[in-house]
């Protein structure tokens, strides 16, 4: 019986690892280029190979659109009305859809479903791109004001870091408000408060 119980225990202990990702610490020093480069060379693109962004890419990525970048405060990269820190990332790729969490720098996996198609709705090319940002503010975090508008405001920061992270590493990226969201706001579980806004398929260029 014991044997038993510590068999299940096991086996619950892994899938539920399974469902965390403990990204690798994002590397500061990944890019050569100096920041007004960056901003010279930052454009939209809309082509992308299959190349897998690896873990190591993608966790520089995710610290750059909204990481911990002042621990003692548990601040962030982009700055966000009354430090509200409104806005989840979801992450999607071909394993699943999941949460960024910044302050412990994992993924939660909230769906087993490739939902790119879902994010690229309308516009196929997106869907090409191995990985793709969602930018979803949690209206939660406002008690007064415009929740919308300030939410939108709050996810365009967080997509411009990504669009010049993207540009440091070499990566092609481009912020977009098509998604269909209906599929999304279902499959990732939202609540009727937490609105997508804008995401950012990325790759590397075709
Ligand atoms: C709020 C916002 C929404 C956008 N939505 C889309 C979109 O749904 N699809 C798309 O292909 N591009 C989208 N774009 C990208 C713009 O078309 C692009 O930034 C613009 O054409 C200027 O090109 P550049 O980014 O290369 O300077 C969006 C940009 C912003 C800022």
Known sequence: MRKLLVSVFFVLGLSSNAQTIQLPAP?????????FQVLSQRKSERSFSNIVINDATLSTILWSACG???PEEKKITAPSAINAQDILVYVCRADGA??????D???EK????DLRKAVAGNQTFAAEAPVSLIMVSDGVKFRHGNAETIGMIDAGYVSENICLACTALGLATVPRMSMDKETLKKELHLTDKQILILNNPIGFPK
Request: hydrophobic share 30%.
């Open 27 to 35: 590397d500061l020093n990944s890019s050569s280029k100096s920041f």
């Open 98 to 103: 999941y949460l960024y969490h910044p302050i």
């Open 68 to 70: 911990i970048n002042r």
């Open 110 to 113: 909230v769906s087993d479903l």
């Open 105 to 107: 720098n994992t993924l």
